[in-house]
Structure formats: C-alpha cells, structure tokens
C-alpha cells in the first residue's frame, strides 16, 4: 500500500534549493523588455544600473540561463524560517466533503509573515555586495516593507520605505514592525521629495498610492549616493528569487510521487504565483508535463481579466521604465479593498506574456467572497490566512467543490503567501458584516486605460 501522505511534507535544510530556476529560459515568447521612458528603446544595463544594484540588473536581463546559483549567504539566511511546509489540507477536504485531493505551500513562517522575505534578502545581499550603503522602497500594506527591514537590519544596510499613506495610519503596528528592524519609515506622498510635493499640490488631501511611493523611493534612491531602489513583485528578478516557492513545493511533492492537475495563486504583482508555478510551467513549456495554472485577482484590481496588454509606466510620476504588461493604466486607484497587496494596477512581465500565450488562466473574485472562504479555511486548518492568500483558497475551494460534484479526484496545489495578523481591521469588518464588494465599471477602466503611454511595440 502506498505511504500516507502526512499532514505536512517538510523537506532537510539541505533540501532548500541550492539555485533558483528562471523561467524565461524555457519560454518561447520572452517576456517584452523595460524601456526607457524619454527614447522608448530597451533600457540598457547601464541605464537599469543608475536605479538597481548590478547584480540584480544582471538577473533582470537574463532571459536565457535556466538556473543561478543562490549565493551562501542566502541559503543560509533562508535556512532560519525554510524550507516552507508544504500542507495537505486534510481537514479542508473533510470539511468540503470533497474527493479532491488539496495542498497548499505556505509562507507566512516568518515576522513579515509572507514569501517577500524570500526577495528581499536577495536584494539586500546584492546592494551589500555591491558596497552600497541603503536601499529605498515603497510599502503599500507593508508586508514587502516589513520583510526589507528585516533583511537590511540582518546585513547592516540602511533601509527607507515610504508607505502609501492610507496604510501608514491604518496599520501603525506594521509600521512599528519596520521601525523595530531600525527602518526610516515615510507616509507618502510626502514634502520630501520633488515628485511627492508635486503629487500634494495637485491632490491635497490625497491618501497616496503604490504607484506614487514608487516614484518617492526611486527619486530619493536616485539622489542619494550610495543607495539604490529596490522592488518586492513584478519585475523579473523578484519572481526569479521567488522560484524557491515552487522548486521547494515540488520536491515534496516529487517525494511522494504527486502530480498536481491544478495550481492556484493569487496575484498582485505576481511574484508568489509566479515563483510557485515557475518549475512547474518549465516542464508546462518543455512538453514534459501540463497542469492548469490560475492566476486570482481581486474583482476591485482585475489586471488580468479585463485589463489591458500594453506598455505602461510602473509609477505614478512616470519616472521608472515602462513595462508590457495586463495593466489598468498607471493612474487606476483601486477602490479600497482590504487585499492591500492586490491592489497594483499592473501584472509581472512574465506572468503577463505566459497569460498571453494561453498557458495560464485568470480569475477575479469579489472580497466578500474570499473572506469567507478565509474564516472557512481558518477554521478547520488553523491557519489565519492573508486576505491576498485567500483570493487563491477562495478558488481552491470552488475548484474542490466542482470535484464534488463531478467526482474527480483532482490533486490542487495553491499558494497561501502568508498570514492576516496584521489585517484585523479587514476581519473585523467582515465579521461586522461592513464589508463591500466595489467592482469598477467599465467607465472606470476606461478612464485609466485611456493614458496609457502611446508605444508601438
Ligand atoms: C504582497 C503579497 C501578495 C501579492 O504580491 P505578489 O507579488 O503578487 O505575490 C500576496 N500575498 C501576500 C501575503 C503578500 O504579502
């Protein structure tokens, strides 16, 4: 008889992968290129080098090598809170009386309580490498702040996050968190910077956006000698780093000779989804396997269901490169979901020509909806789930009803990025029963999507 599979599949320390796997390499169609905002041709690594560290420019360029070696420093810091367990949701499937067969791989074992940690002390380890002094960034719920804080204070790197303003008053324990790992913390937009004093000026009042913290962390990284800007999703090398997810999710998986049919992740910028899918769209890509890959995205966000695939700015000021991607339009301000980390107007590179080319599928769900599906998950796996972890349960548990009704035996892997600790307030406004769904018209959209930037590429 075959091994029951345990209720948690943990691999050794020495099982942590010991290189990440670059997708791009096994893709046909690459992913387009960043461009420069002012000639529209492809940023060179010189021009990439003036905002990130050269090392990470390398990664950000490299569309051919499969596999790059983690440096030690990395495995080793990765070695105090992986490798992550990889769960057989046993208790899920009871509760659903589903014949599907779930698992998810779960992220939220660390302070920042979610993969960013993964990146960012990949980032960090560069920009130390490289002699520097500190980095910038932009928050918006503060996970990817929290996670930088924490790798900079373990390297000695000095670390200013600007944090979108609504988030920096909402969330003052997350802002704590950073501070306690020595960060400087702005609210943005703030009177610090050019762009943030032009954003006040022409909206007082403003409660600030991802987009305009960007152009703030990027205008001060710019301006500073010895700092660079770095980036916690949708670039290239974030979701590179984040591919020890999915290698780690499939040698457990491998063990027991599983194959999942399904994996499912939520996806804001699409750094989690895309470093849990990566090995296995590799072999997707190679011929060697097929699974069905779903991306969720909140119906208040929807990027890539009813988005557009175009060139656009990544910021607000309009001051980074310009990236091909399922986008809203740069000037899209999401109604206030409480997923804040769902809530960029624009979609991975990658994960954007991959969706493209019909090898991965995308839903939206409305947050209603994914609340519940996280006090359900919460109450039978014990896990309090972040609200963009749930967007992917929500789907996991409509797909393992569908097998209830079918009869398929289906096997789901999903992603459960990280814990909700610090999203009480979302909890407390669906256990109030406060909680709106806010979904854009199509008015909406269009307004974002009409200034998008004129590229013919
Ligand atoms: C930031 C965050 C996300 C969304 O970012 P991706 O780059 O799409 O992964 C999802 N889940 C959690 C817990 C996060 O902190």
Request: glycine residues 10%; contains cysteine.
């Amino acid at each position: 008889m075959a091994e029951k599979i345990p209720y948690k599949i943990y691999l050794t320390e020495n099982e942590i992968p010991k290189q990440w796997y670059n997708v791009r390499a096994d893709m046909k169609n690459k992913p387009a290129p960043l461009l420069n905002p002012g000639t529209l041709e492809p940023m060179t690594a010189e021009e990439l080098g003036a905002v990130f560290c050269e090392e990470l420019v390398q990664q950000e360029l490299d569309n051919d090598n499969p596999y790059i070696d983690i440096p030690q420093e990395i495995q080793d810091f990765y070695k105090m809170y992986r490798p992550a367990p990889l769960v057989r949701a046993y208790c899920l499937e009871e509760a659903l009386g589903t014949p599907a067969k779930i698992y998810y791989k779960f992220e939220g074992n660390n302070t920042s309580g979610s993969h960013k940690l993964n990146s960012a002390i990949a980032q960090a380890y560069y920009a130390k490498k490289q002699g520097l002094k500190g980095v910038t960034t932009e928050t918006g719920a503060g996970q990817w702040g929290t996670a930088l804080s924490m790798a900079c204070a373990y390297l000695g790197l000095d670390c200013k996050v600007f944090m979108v303003k609504v988030s920096y008053e909402q969330k003052p324990f997350r802002r704590e968190v950073m501070r306690t790992y020595g960060a400087e913390v702005t609210p943005s937009p703030s009177e610090t910077t050019a762009i943030g004093r032009k954003i006040l000026e022409e909206n007082p009042g403003t409660t600030g956006s991802l987009g305009c913290a960007i152009s703030e962390a990027v205008e001060v990284a710019v301006g500073t000698p010895g700092y660079r800007y770095v980036l916690g999703s949708v670039l290239n090398q974030v979701l590179l780093h984040q591919s020890v997810i999915g290698l780690e999710a499939k040698a457990a998986l491998d063990k027991y000779g599983v194959k999942p049919d399904m994996i499912i992740g939520c996806a804001g910028g699409g750094s989690n989804l895309g470093g849990l899918i990566s090995p296995f769209m590799g072999e997707k890509l190679r011929g060697e396997a097929d699974y069905q890959i779903i991306a969720v995205e909140p119906a208040s966000c929807p990027s890539f269901t009813r988005g557009r695939y175009a060139y656009d700015f990544a910021d607000t000021g309009m001051v980074c490169p310009l990236a091909k991607m399922y986008t809203l339009g740069s000037g899209f301000i999401p109604s206030p979901n409480h997923a804040g980390g769902l809530r960029y107007h624009g979609m991975s590179p990658v994960l954007s020509q991959l969706y493209d080319d019909g090898l991965m599928e995308a839903r939206a769900v409305e947050q209603t909806s994914v609340f519940e599906a996280a006090e359900m998950f919460a109450r039978v796996e014990g896990i309090l789930p972040a609200p963009e972890s749930s967007h992917a349960i929500r789907v996991a548990i409509d797909e393992a009803l569908k097998c209830k009704e079918t009869g398929e035996e289906k096997t789901i892997l999903f992603g459960l990025s990280g814990t909700g600790y610090f999203d009480l307030v979302a909890y407390q406004k669906f256990n109030d029963g406060e909680m709106d769904d806010y979904i854009p018209t199509d008015e909406d959209l269009a307004r974002g999507l009409s200034k998008l930037p004129n590229v013919d590429r």
